[in-house]
């Protein structure tokens, strides 16, 4: 016997698949794709910062926290990769690691 969710995934299944041609999906799908590995890309030029700045400065998670303000969880959420920052919370990060944001999102290949 189906589950609730299973059946509801079934339908809405059908339902893009009806709605939408299969190139449309395939762009749709591109578009996530390419969406996920910037936002991948982001996560990580921000937590390789991070990571440099406590090994330039000697520093630890509790020493960024308290200077930001933050606790030390977010604070090792940012390092990880793994936070849901907005852009106040990113500028606010920059401004106590003391780094203008043209410094960490210049272009790496």
């Known amino acids: 016997m ?3 969710m299973m059946a509801k995934t079934e339908s809405f299944d059908k ?14 799908r591109k578009q996530v794709e ?20 406590i090994k330039k400065n000697n520093a630890t998670i509790e020493d960024i926290a308290q200077e930001a303000g933050w ?10 990769g793994e936070y849901n920052f ?15 944001p043209q410094e960490i999102f210049k272009m790496k290949k």
Do not use: C, G, W
Not at 34 to 53: G, P, T, V
């Open 2 to 4: 189906k589950s609730a």
């Open 15 to 28: 339902l893009i698949k009806t709605r939408f041609s299969k190139e449309e999906l395939a762009k749709m």
């Open 34 to 53: 390419l969406e996920a590995a910037y936002l991948n890309q982001f996560l990580k030029i921000i937590s390789d910062s991070l990571e440099e700045y």
């Open 71 to 80: 606790s030390k969880y977010k604070i090792s959420k940012f390092k990880k």
């Open 86 to 100: 907005t852009i106040p919370d990113v500028s606010h990060l920059l401004a106590t690691l003391n780094k203008e």
